[in-house]
Antibody, heavy 117, light 107 residues
Framework: EVQLVESGGGLVQPGGSLRLSCAASGFTFSGYWMSWVRQAPGKGLEWMANIKDDGSEKHYLDSVKGRFSISRDNAKNSLFLQMNSLRAEDTAVYYC??????????WGQGALVTVSS | DIQMTQSPSTLSASVGDRVTITCRASQSISSWLAWYHQKPGKAPKLLIYKASTLESGVPSRFSGSGSGTEFTLTISSLQPDDFATYYCQQYNSYPWTFGQGTKVEIK
């Protein structure tokens, strides 16, 4: 069974940093693009970033480019999102998703990130 | 960026109704469109991709159609489990973008 489990969410002050992790299991992690998608409270879905199966290609939403960094460790079946210079508008549930070259076919349960003083 | 606009924003329907949701793209996206639904407090779930291909395990009452800039998601006979918010998503060009969502409520 495919499982994606996010961790690392929490409360952070504006300007602070946080690193999200996603542990993948039940599929050949190194064979898939992976992505992060977020959802602000009561709002819709917003794609953040994706990374190619071998890590050689990455894409970002303009509003997070230079602040967020997506990476992966295929040996540990893990996906990461390093978030720096966090703003109040980054407050959201962050979902780890399988796919992202095209559709997102599996989603984690989400990790809540709250940016507030 | 490609803007995705869904209509209606909210839809009230009864069990057994045929339901149609429309998604319009601000420019042509060929057939590079996916549909998801999401229940409160849960992660979204993929229903359809490439505009009309049913994801494995998704009931056949769901169908998708369209190409270019106009797309539809149809539920042939609404079931209790289908009351949720539905999103379309384009993957024709970066950044990937979603529609604002359509909430399907019980009438």
């Amino acid at each position: 069974e495919v499982q994606l489990v996010e961790s690392g969410g929490g409360l952070v002050q504006p300007g602070g940093s946080l690193r999200l992790s996603c542990a993948a299991s039940g599929f050949t992690f190194s064979g898939y693009w992976m992505s992060w998608v977020r959802q602000a409270p009561g709002k819709g879905l917003e794609w953040m970033a994706n990374i190619k199966d071998d890590g050689s290609e990455k894409h970002y939403l303009d509003s997070v480019k230079g602040r967020f960094s997506i990476s992966r460790d295929n040996a540990k079946n893990s996906l990461f999102l390093q978030m720096n210079s966090l703003r109040a508008e980054d407050t959201a549930v962050y979902y780890c998703t399988r796919g992202g070259k095209e559709r997102f076919d599996r989603w984690g349960q989400g990790a809540l990130v709250t940016v507030s003083s | 960026d490609i803007q995705m606009t869904q209509s209606p924003s909210t839809l009230s329907a009864s069990v057994g109704d045929r339901v149609t949701i429309t998604c319009r793209a601000s420019q042509s996206i060929s057939s590079w469109l996916a549909w998801y639904h999401q229940k409160p407090g849960k992660a979204p779930k993929l229903l359809i991709y490439k505009a009309s291909t049913l994801e494995s395990g998704v009931p056949s009452r769901f169908s998708g159609s369209g190409s270019g800039t106009e797309f539809t998601l149809t539920i042939s006979s609404l079931q209790p489990d289908d009351f949720a918010t539905y999103y379309c998503q384009q993957y024709n060009s970066y950044p990937w973008t979603f529609g604002q969502g359509t909430k399907v409520e019980i009438k």
